[in-house]
């Protein structure tokens, strides 16, 4: 038998492999809903809380990006089959997500250099992405038409899009010699996002007047609908809380306007949403179980207190404040629920996978 390191076996090892083949492209999911609770925390002032959930989400992002490399590294045919397929393509967004939302909450500790290096990283990607994935995902070559295959997971390309914007701003109060330059970053990719977020609220629209929709189909990510409109309050919020800087100046009460529309239409969302929820698992009776998409539900929850939160005192909205605040406690309840059905999901995995590998 070769040898692994710390005793593990060929079967961990083989199990292990086919696991990181598997991996879902939108678990990163969970460093963001993780990430934004934790902001949401602190500036609620329950720092010792926020700060344990600081901790967990630089780990899983750590563990996510140790993931991508294993599959860049070993699997890469699975990796360009994700990246063909328009039904998950759209989650690999919520890698350049999670490294803007783990660096917005680093800055708020002081860690600047690591939240720059972040935004860097996560913008050069943004880039490569944004032209990348609706190509080999959606214009490629492939059966058309291709609009049968839209979901929730498309509202990640606008979540991406608007977390560089919120790093960007996050960082703009610290880098006086950059401003102009962080401000330009701000608006011109919060105004991508919006144009982003029409254009795939008309793609989803389309699918779900063209096609049967059947209860399997909507799943957890349909969320992310809300919380693309909610990160996007929260990125217009940041923005006008901004120095005067060019960019800035010519744009802020357009963003601090729309900003407001974006917010009341993420709240006229959440109803609805939890009436798909209810047809989906209570008329249909589809099994409500963990799966890696349920963290596509969290973090909208997260992101609309924080959002409402920020927005109440960037325009003086105390009401949207409020709700804000009141949410930040739904949104934690939930992740705490998920949280303890994924290590239970986990852990089943790991003794179904011990009882069935060679003695």
Same mark, same amino acid.
């Given at each position: 038998?070769?040898?692994?390191?710390?005793?593990?076996? =060929?079967?961990? =090892?083989?199990?292990?492999?086919?696991?990181?083949?598997?991996?879902?492209?939108?678990?990163?999911?969970?460093?963001?809903?993780?990430?934004?609770?934790?902001?949401?925390?602190?500036? !609620?002032?329950?720092?010792?809380?926020?700060?344990?959930?600081?901790?967990?989400?630089?780990?899983?992002?750590?563990?996510?990006?140790?993931?991508?490399?294993?599959?860049?590294?070993?699997? !890469?045919? =699975?990796?360009?089959?994700?990246?063909?397929?328009?039904?998950? @393509?759209?989650?690999?967004?919520?890698?350049?997500?999670?490294?803007?939302?783990?660096?917005?909450?680093? @800055?708020?500790?002081?860690?600047?250099?690591?939240?720059?290096?972040?935004?860097?990283?996560?913008?050069?990607?943004?880039?490569?992405?944004?032209?990348?994935?609706?190509? %080999?995902?959606?214009?490629?070559?492939?059966?058309?038409?291709?609009? #049968?295959?839209?979901?929730?997971?498309?509202? %990640?390309?606008?979540?991406?899009?608007?977390?560089?914007?919120?790093?960007?701003?996050?960082?703009?109060?610290?880098?006086?010699?950059?401003?102009?330059?962080?401000?330009?970053?701000?608006?011109?990719?919060?105004?991508?996002?919006? *144009?982003?977020?029409?254009?795939?609220?008309?793609?989803?629209?389309?699918?779900?007047?063209?096609?049967?929709?059947?209860?399997?189909?909507?799943?957890?990510?349909?969320?992310?609908?809300?919380?693309?409109?909610?990160? %996007?309050?929260?990125?217009?919020?940041?923005?006008? #809380?901004?120095?005067?800087?060019?960019?800035?100046?010519?744009? !802020?009460?357009?963003?601090?306007?729309?900003?407001?529309?974006?917010?009341?239409?993420?709240?006229?969302?959440?109803?609805?949403?939890? =009436?798909?929820?209810?047809?989906?698992?209570?008329?249909?009776?589809?099994?409500?179980?963990? #799966?890696?998409?349920?963290?596509?539900?969290? *973090?909208?929850?997260?992101?609309?207190?924080?959002?409402?939160?920020?927005?109440? #005192?960037?325009?003086?909205?105390?009401?949207?404040?409020?709700?804000?605040?009141?949410?930040?406690?739904?949104?934690?309840?939930?992740?705490?629920?998920?949280?303890?059905?994924?290590?239970?999901?986990?852990?089943?995995?790991?003794?179904?996978?011990?009882?069935?590998?060679?003695?």
């Amino acid at each position: 038998m070769p040898g692994y390191p710390g005793g593990v076996t =060929a079967s961990t =090892a083989s199990w292990l492999d086919q696991s990181v083949r598997t991996f879902a492209p939108g678990y990163p999911a969970l460093v963001m809903a993780t990430g934004i609770i934790s902001v949401g925390l602190e500036l !609620r002032g329950h720092a010792t809380a926020s700060r344990g959930m600081m901790v967990l989400g630089i780990a899983a992002l750590c563990v996510h990006a140790l993931v991508l490399a294993w599959r860049v590294v070993r699997h !890469r045919d =699975a990796l360009a089959a994700d990246l063909r397929n328009p039904g998950v @393509a759209f989650g690999f967004f919520t890698v350049i997500a999670a490294m803007n939302v783990t660096g917005v909450r680093l @800055a708020m500790a002081g860690h600047l250099a690591w939240t720059a290096a972040l935004l860097a990283a996560s913008g050069a990607l943004w880039l490569v992405a944004g032209y990348v994935i609706p190509w %080999t995902a959606v214009l490629g070559p492939r059966p058309r038409p291709g609009l #049968e295959s839209a979901n929730g997971t498309w509202f %990640t390309w606008v979540v991406g899009s608007q977390s560089v914007a919120v790093a960007a701003a996050a960082l703009e109060p610290h880098y006086h010699g950059l401003r102009d330059v962080l401000a330009v970053v701000a608006v011109v990719s919060w105004s991508v996002g919006v *144009f982003l977020y029409g254009s795939a609220g008309v793609f989803v629209a389309l699918r779900l007047m063209l096609y049967d929709l059947r209860p399997a189909d909507l799943t957890p990510p349909y969320w992310v609908s809300m919380g693309a409109a909610a990160i %996007t309050v929260l990125a217009g919020a940041r923005i006008v #809380e901004m120095a005067d800087a060019p960019m800035v100046a010519a744009t !802020r009460a357009l963003i601090a306007g729309i900003a407001v529309v974006f917010w009341a239409f993420a709240t006229w969302l959440i109803p609805v949403l939890v =009436a798909a929820g209810w047809w989906r698992h209570v008329r249909h009776r589809q099994p409500l179980a963990y #799966e890696p998409t349920l963290w596509s539900m969290i *973090f909208p929850l997260g992101m609309y207190a924080v959002a409402g939160i920020y927005l109440g #005192e960037a325009d003086h909205l105390p009401l949207v404040g409020a709700v804000g605040a009141v949410e930040l406690w739904v949104a934690l309840g939930a992740w705490m629920i998920t949280f303890g059905a994924m290590l239970r999901h986990l852990a089943i995995a790991w003794v179904a996978h011990r009882r069935g590998a060679p003695a």
